[in-house]
Structures are given as structure tokens and as C-alpha cells.
């Protein structure tokens, strides 16, 4: 029988296999230490198509994407990252489109105003004068488009006010005339020009208001007209001593150069009320001619 302690030796640990023990261990400790040179050298032993793609989720998707910037706010109490996206130039009539709204329904409901006024209290020659300023005010203030929207505005608001035959009344001529004169004194076109235009725009408004009438009424009232302007004739040639009697067309003639002149002067006087109002609103219109400034001892 072998004793069993004779078999204790052979339980005992080999010193020479313990210090290879040892020496594994060692090397193994730096391996497991530095987690960066492992997973390098697992990336290393993979093969080429099981590398993990990381790297092309970092990349953009969309290169023409403008990246948002981060800045930090200088506050304490704000410290945080606010991002900054790319700034798209807005038109500039956007911030004035209002004020340009709001401007051009009180000017349009102003010259309503004073026609309104005008007809049912009639101060004469005064308040005519101011019949298209406040359209042409708009046209010099925001341009053609809003001096039609105003002129629209105002017959809507005068056929509501006081009906359609009315409001036409008030668009032909007055409004349409609110209209060129903006654009005459916008383009900065002398008061020769203008007045010409306007006189000339005057005079088809006066015929298309005889004629608008007329046709409500049932009577020609250019008979009326005619009949004032022979009296106006006999007198003038009984005071000259002529003894011709004036022919029809002699006298059609007359009615239409005096109305022409008529609106001559009209013309010529909106012009002096708008450089003696507009200036002080700071919307000037064209220089007046050399002796109109003498004339009315005006430097501006």
C-alpha cells in the first residue's frame, strides 16, 4: 500500500511553472490598464468589412446645410449655448407696410371728408382747392399704388355716404387728378407741365359731369350753358359796338376756352395751397417759377 502522504509532493505548486505565472500576469496587467491601446488593437484584428462605421454618421448628410453656430451670451444669468441660424434678408416694405396702410385710408377718408362738406356746406371756392391734395399727398408719401388704393377708397366710401352718382362726381375729375398731379410732383416736372395736364384732365371731367347729368335728368343742360355764354357774348360785343350777332359755333368756342381756363386757374391755385401746406409736411413739390416766388415773397 503507498502512503498517502508520500503523494504530497506531488500536490505542491512547481516553482518553475509559479514563475511563469507570474510573468504572464505582468503582461497581461499593462494590456488591461490602457483600454485605448485594446480597443485598437481589436479594431486592428477585425477584419475590413465588420469595422464599425462611426465615422460616417459624423459627417453631414447634407453639405449644402448652413451649420448652426453657437455662441455664449456675455450674462451670467443667461450662460447657455443659443444657437444662431442663418439670417434671410426680409423686404423692406414689410416693416412700413402698415404705416403706409394706415396712412393711405386717413387720407383717403380725409379728401371724402371734405367733399362731403363741400356739398352739403358749401364754402365757396375754399375747400375745392383741397379736393385732390390729400391723394396726391399719398402718392408723394408711398408711391402709385397706394394713391390708386386711396382714390378707390374714397369713391367706395362717398358711394356709401352719399351714392354712386356721387362718388363718380368726386373721382372724375378730382380723384384722377390727385393722382397725376402726385405723379408730376414726384417725377419733380414743372408747374407748366403740370398744370397743363391737370387743366386738360379738368376739362374732360367737367364735360363727362354734363354729360352724366344730362343723362339722369333727361335734359341737356349744355343748352343752359350756351344759353349764359350768348347772353355773356351780346353784352361784350354791344360793349365793343359791334353790331354781328355771335354765331353758335363763335360761341361754343368761348364756352370752351373759358372753361378751359377755368380749370387753368384751379389748377395754378391747387398748386400754390400744396408748396404752401405740402412743404410744412415734408413733402415738398417742385420750385414755382421765378416770379411766383417774387410774387408771393417765398424762399423755401
Do not use: C
Not at 460616417?56 to 444662431?84: I, K, R, Y
Not at 364756352?255 to 400744396?274: E, P, S, T
Amino acid at each position: 500500500m503507498s502512503d498517502p502522504f508520500d503523494n504530497a509532493p506531488a500536490s505542491r505548486p512547481d516553482p518553475s511553472e509559479e514563475t511563469k505565472n507570474k510573468a504572464l500576469k505582468s503582461e497581461a496587467e499593462p494590456l488591461s490598464g490602457n483600454s485605448d491601446s485594446a480597443d485598437e488593437a481589436e479594431d486592428d484584428a477585425l477584419p475590413p468589412t465588420s469595422k464599425p462605421h462611426t465615422d460616417e454618421f459624423n459627417q453631414p448628410q447634407v453639405s449644402g446645410m448652413p451649420m448652426a453656430e453657437t455662441t455664449l451670451s456675455d450674462s451670467p444669468e443667461e450662460a447657455s449655448f443659443s444657437p444662431e441660424y442663418p439670417k434671410h434678408k426680409s423686404p423692406q416694405a414689410t416693416p412700413r407696410a402698415p404705416l403706409a396702410m394706415v396712412e393711405t385710408a386717413f387720407l383717403a377718408s380725409a379728401a371724402s371728408l371734405i367733399w362731403l362738406i363741400n356739398y352739403y356746406f358749401p364754402l365757396g371756392p375754399v375747400l375745392k382747392m383741397f379736393f385732390p391734395i390729400p391723394i396726391a399727398l399719398v402718392y408723394l408719401r408711398w408711391g402709385n399704388r397706394a394713391s390708386w388704393m386711396a382714390a378707390i377708397v374714397s369713391g367706395l366710401l362717398l358711394s356709401v355716404l352719399m351714392g354712386p352718382t356721387r362718388s363718380i362726381l368726386f373721382f372724375i375729375p378730382y380723384a384722377l387728378m390727385g393722382v397725376q398731379l402726385g405723379a408730376m410732383w414726384r417725377r419733380q416736372a414743372n408747374w407748366f407741365l403740370s398744370i397743363i395736364t391737370g387743366g386738360l384732365l379738368g376739362t374732360i371731367g367737367f364735360f363727362f359731369r354734363f354729360w352724366l347729368l344730362s343723362l339722369l335728368l333727361g335734359e341737356d343742360l349744355w343748352v343752359y350753358v350756351m344759353t349764359q355764354i350768348t347772353q355773356l357774348t351780346e353784352w361784350g360785343f354791344a360793349r365793343l359796338g359791334l353790331l354781328a350777332q355771335p354765331s353758335l359755333t363763335l360761341i361754343q368756342a368761348i364756352a370752351v376756352v373759358m372753361i378751359v381756363i377755368n380749370n387753368l386757374v384751379y389748377l395754378f391755385v391747387v398748386h400754390l395751397v400744396a408748396l404752401l401746406m405740402l412743404d410744412r409736411l415734408g413733402n415738398p413739390i417742385p420750385r414755382p417759377p421765378n416770379w411766383v416766388q417774387v410774387l408771393l415773397d417765398y424762399d423755401g
